[in-house]
DNA sequence: AATGAATGAGTTTTCATTCAT
DNA sequence: TATGAATGAAAACTCATTCAT
């Protein structure tokens, strides 16, 4: 009864700094940098405070790895995708999807990355490991519209990371403003009909631009 | 000898508010809600702490104040665009491109903005004078497609609201994320050079996904 | 009840500063800079913690404040000495003398300088004002030896600064190690008898290293 | 495996209580008894904290160990200087000399010292042990004064102990308060020209206040 | 209207010490 | 003997807010 979830854990340091970095996550993405609270992230884990300075240092560490972390996750999940197994208009569809749908469950990623820009990137700003992560993504891309320019489905002129951008663009301001949008239309867009109705639509937009 | 410098100011109370909201915004848009400080809102306003509470009540107060300011600017621009004026074509391209340029000179507009979704825009929500300010956008939106559908030159399915989210959203994470995806990419997006690019892609990208 | 000594003192900034920095020589002169407490020296001076911030800034710069405030004490006891108006074997008496009496009565002078030797003087190094507010003293002593040695009493080679430390230290190293001395001489030196049998010893023994 | 490098030290108590020992003397000199850290004991022992506690029980209990041994290591070197069997003329200018070198090379020495006596000498007060260390050197001074007074050197009416205090006194003091006084005097007292100033000084003042 | 003084409740961080192996 | 994990109690410092003028 004295923690919120996972196994009876002590003297466990694996475990103890993944059960830490999980609730610096959430209580990050739930109040930013300068909001969260140390104390709850210890709380959240279900281990004394002073833990978090043992495994990570200080409140700007843990921030960068719960950073970290959140990254490694989503590029894990694209690299299941198989996207060079596909043809490319098939893997485009999937990649947008994707990207919605990763978006659509994972509130904290982009709650995370908010916080992390307004600081103009100062945690990972320069990070080798996270650049390293990334190009594999881009390099499919960039074969899937080779391909697909071969085929004729695509047009000639796209830069792939633009349109990485734009891919995420269209679904990730749907759900960073996702609040502000609703307040302002008058229109609950978090309803799972809206979702549905938004991730229509962003495929349909997207590959619509595609076209040649 | 009652005072030390700076412009009279003393006993004007329109202008020490004005001074007051215009530091409030720059505050808030650096360091979020729960990053501001008081202390530096007054100082930048060059006066008295306390009159923060004399003239907004608290801090909650000030920032739902500072949004209502930075939605305003923006729509009194966007109504400035005369679009009801032009042809479909050059009223979406002119929107688009306004769109983009208001991001790029604005970023403290997109900065609160994020730190209200987080908190699920529980200062503006219900607000209906902010739903009023922005129907007459949608209104004009939703008439240029029609008139677009009619001759031909745009799809005959496009909703106003998505079609809106998606243009705002091409340009809107470009700028939000501007400095993660130049540390993920390796590649500095934030140059004039790097902008202007983005800005052709971004039109370029939306106008073809009009076409019918 | 609300204070420990001290008139009724309430949006009175001068008496709370004057409180503060009495509190802050007692504190720190009891526990040392590492152990002395900013809690405890708000609470002896019967005002709020964070006064100390608003008035000093931070704990180490009340420390300073506190170093120069017993500085500024005794070099305003010994210019009410008035040595320039004494013979000199007179002057020079009732110099020693001043020395041992003030140490006797002052501990916390000798508590807040041993502190701030181990930290090599960093607070009060190149302070121009302390070195200002001293060349008086070793003025008045190079006029006296002059003087005495002018009238045959005094040895003409001495240099003023080597003395002033020399009657110090006499009497300083019996007052700042009189526990210890008292502990491995087994003797104990703080009884008012004992600190007169010293008083006399130092008179005695300078007075006799001075003659020609 | 089990080993990062260093010295073969595991399973050697005697030696790793010697350099824990040895590092609490630097830190406690350093930072005195509430600044210096057991983390940092046990570091620049380059063993495991947690032996700090099993070799001396507490931080109180190993503040003391080195107290004690600082002690030791003085009384061990001024045995050395067989004051007995000189002339008293040259065993007081031995000792004067001698004190003034042992400070002068051992600042962790007046450093522990300085702290130790603004507890009020707590940890080893009362200390037998100490007490017997000690009474040699005291009566030999004794005897050394006796022999000097029959010579007709010496006065005749010297205190052993006062002696031993105003010895220690006039080179205590300078290297004590080096950093205050030079801030003060504005005159740099710790080069190796002004120590060897100080110790003619010293010298020359303490035998001419011994002279009949 | 405007100011500086004052406060209480936090917040990050530190640290001596104990536990489990 | 030796280690790293873990803790509770405090410490410096912060901050929104209120008070008195």
Redesign the pocket.
């Known amino acids: 009864m004295r923690e919120e979830g996972g196994a009876e ?5 694996v475990a ?1 700094k993944a059960a830490l970095l999980k609730a610096a996550v959430a209580e990050f993405a739930a109040k930013g940098l300068a909001g ?4 709850e992230i210890a709380q959240r884990a279900g ?5 978090v ?2 495994y990570f240092g ?3 560490d843990i921030y960068r790895a719960a950073l970290e972390q959140v990254y490694a996750e989503i590029r894990e999940r694209e690299k299941a995708l198989h996207l060079g197994d596909l043809p490319p208009l098939a893997a485009m569809e999937r990649l947008i999807g994707f990207s919605f749908d990763y978006l659509a469950e994972h509130p904290e990623f982009l709650a995370l990355l908010a916080d992390e820009n307004r600081e103009a990137a100062r945690h990972i700003r320069g990070s080798e490991r996270l650049e390293q992560m990334h190009s594999p993504l881009i390099a499919l891309l960039k074969e899937a519209l080779e391909r697909g320019a071969e085929e004729g489905v695509f047009r000639r002129d796209l830069d792939p990371v633009q349109l990485y951008i734009s891919i995420s663009g269209l679904s990730y301001f749907f759900f960073s403003n996702n609040f502000t949008l609703s307040a302002i239309f008058g229109r609950s867009l978090d309803t799972p009909k809206a979702v549905a109705e938004r991730r229509r639509h962003v495929i349909d937009f997207a590959m619509k631009a595609l076209r040649p």
């Open positions: 854990r002590r003297r466990d340091p103890t969260a609270r140390i104390d281990v004394n405070k002073q833990l300075y043992h200080s409140k700007d």
